[in-house]
């Protein structure tokens, strides 16, 4: 099945620069929202974060220790929306910061996923933000952690009552590409999709702007050349707000697929990224 955004109505729609439309609305429309007081945008995030919180809602991270987990986890953390936060991942991690104090961490083996059914039963919300690369991993490698793991997780949390899944992959994903990298991406998303969550949110970011140990030579290059945010490049901060705000924002479509501008658009919301 072929990865459609679909409009209020329900109809497909292959058209992917509708769905920037309708982002750039919603961001519009948030932004000028009234009563504004103050400087920026505090007043209408502030609105949105607690009728969220009225909500209730529990979450899930997988890849909190990645670079963009990291991100979104601090922005979740921080903003308190959800009652619960479970971070899933292949190791604990450690916080300094009291306020993380009430994350959970479950410690799974993502080569036997199933036998973690429960783990991710009960969460409302779902944010995939894991993935490797080929360097790192080989070709099987890759495959296996940027489908198998993702969709199988995906799975698992759609068993497990989750209605709204983000997964966050990558500018030029594309099932039909002949590049390793962004069939991988373009095939998990439409298998993702055909989980038929109630919200899918998927997140085409270009190359990450984010001072990384590890060597990435796209990351370098766009740090070097790109600067802050352009067609090529966008901070980790704002995919992370992005993500975060998008959940506290009404979905009007089924599935969303959010290209490099409208996540930097939908992140300025949040803050400055
Ligand atoms: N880097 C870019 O410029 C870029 C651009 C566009 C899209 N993306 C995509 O965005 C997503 C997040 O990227 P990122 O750079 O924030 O990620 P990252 O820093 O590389 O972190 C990846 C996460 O996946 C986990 N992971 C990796 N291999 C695993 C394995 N074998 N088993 C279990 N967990 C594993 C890592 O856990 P550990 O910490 O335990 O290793 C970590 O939590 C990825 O899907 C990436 O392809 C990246």
Not at 108 to 130: T, W
């Amino acid at each position: 099945m072929d990865l459609v955004k679909r409009d209020t109505a329900g109809s497909p729609s292959t058209d992917t620069s509708s769905a920037d439309l309708e982002l750039a609305r919603k961001a519009r429309s948030i932004s000028s929202y009234p009563p504004l007081r103050g400087q920026g945008n505090e007043m209408d995030v502030a609105a949105l974060e607690e009728n969220f919180r009225q909500k209730n809602r529990s979450c899930f991270v997988l890849g909190a220790s990645g670079e963009t987990g990291k991100a979104l986890v601090k922005e979740i953390v921080q903003r308190n929306v959800f009652h619960r936060v479970t971070l899933i991942g292949r190791r604990l991690l450690s916080f300094e910061d009291k306020a993380y104090e009430n994350v959970v961490q479950e410690v799974v083996d993502f080569e036997k996923l199933d036998n973690y059914a429960q783990v991710f039963q009960g969460h409302d919300v779902g944010y995939c933000c894991l993935g490797t690369t080929k360097a790192k991993a080989g070709t099987e490698g890759f495959i296996r952690v940027d489908h198998d793991y993702v969709l199988k997780s995906a799975e698992l949390a759609k068993a497990g009552g989750c209605t709204h899944f983000h997964l966050e992959s990558s500018k030029g994903a594309d099932k039909t590409s002949s590049f390793l990298y962004l069939k991988t991406k373009g095939q998990v998303e439409a298998d993702v999709e055909e989980l038929n969550f109630e919200r899918y949110s998927v997140y085409r970011p270009a190359v990450l702007l984010v001072d990384r140990e590890e060597s990435r030579p796209a990351e370098w290059v766009a740090r070097k050349f790109f600067g802050m945010f352009s067609a090529m490049s966008i901070p980790i901060t704002a995919v992370a707000q992005a993500m975060l705000i998008n959940t506290l924002i009404e979905g009007d479509r089924k599935t969303e697929i959010l290209e490099n501008k409208s996540i930097y658009n939908l992140g300025k919301i949040g803050g400055k990224p």
